[in-house]
């Protein structure tokens, strides 16, 4: 008796034991295996979804522009910069160069900005293709920057002369056209352009390093110079030293000629030979260039020279 009594204790007691344990695994696995691996799942799923990622420079494009609007003009500029330096990939830095490039053309002409401008007084002789060619500046700069009116000059007369030390730098993946404004032994980004399109000669490999070969301008199929009364109006492009390679507005599209087909002539009746078909006409050559908006154009058309910089990279 006392046998049976003492094996059915040991198997109770294996009973609970193994029944101890199973709850035992059995609360492990609710709450902390299961919790765990609903947790991963979450993670796992938060990563596939596509969610937005946060614009680290949002807040410091926002921090800027009230910077400008308190009046506080150079400060929001450079606060723009480091923007663009720090977070290139932020979607605010395309608005941030363009309301630096805009900030730097209102005071490039400001009557209260005084950086780098020179009094000039007009000399016996000079003319102003000669007083822009000594100072390293443009015809259309000493105009706008001094107000003319007029281009006939009187010595004595007073001009405002800016140095136009600007280069171009051309972003062929990107289609944009940076103009570089070179102050000292230190250049800087000065404004951005937007090209409308690029087309390339084949076979040209990147980078490109050349120079502004010339400056056109065309009115009515004559070529004008700046103090031509159509100048305004004419069309404008710069010729790089590279064959190929110009600045200038979009090409218009032109309509094909089209032309009757001619009745070929009745073959002899004893040649053999088998009558010789028509060559096909060659396709038109696309036109290669960076093209630009034409106010862009005439933009420019005022800061660079003849012999700036111009530089191609991918």
Known sequence: MA??????????????????????GYWVYMNILLKESQVEHDIASMKAKDRPRVD???????AAVELIHQGKIDDGRDALYKLCQQFPDSKT???????????????????????????????????????ATKFD?????????????????????????????????????????????KVGEKEYLFKVYNAKDIRLPPGMRLPVEMTIAGKNSI???KPVVSTD????????????????????TPP??????VEEPKVPAPA????????????????????????LAREDIEELFALVRKGSKLSLVR
């Open 268 to 291: 002899p009746k004893k040649s053999g030979a088998p009558a010789a078909m028509p060559a096909p006409a060659p396709a038109p050559t696309a036109e290669t260039g960076i093209f």
């Open 56 to 62: 680290p420079g949002i807040r410091r494009f926002e």
């Open 252 to 257: 218009v599209a032109r309509a094909l000629t």
């Open 137 to 181: 500046t443009t015809v259309d700069s000493i105009i706008r920057s001094s107000g003319l009116m007029s281009f006939n000059l009187h010595p004595g007369d007073h001009l405002t002369i800016i140095p136009m030390d600007f280069h171009l730098g051309v972003s062929i993946s990107k289609k944009q056209v940076m103009l570089l404004r």
């Open 229 to 248: 009364p159509n100048y305004v109006d004419a069309e404008k492009w710069f010729a790089g030293t590279k064959s190929g390679i110009s600045l200038r």
């Open 93 to 131: 830095c395309a608005e941030a160069m363009r309301i630096i490039g805009e900030i730097n053309m209102d005071q490039l002409y400001s009557a209260n900005s005084t950086a780098g401008k020179k009094d000039y007084i007009v000399q016996p002789g000079n003319s102003l293709n000669s007083i």
């Open 219 to 221: 009115f009515d199929g």
């Open 3 to 24: 046998k049976t009594q003492i094996k059915l204790l040991i198997f109770l007691i294996t009973v609970g034991l193994v029944a101890g344990t199973l709850a035992m």
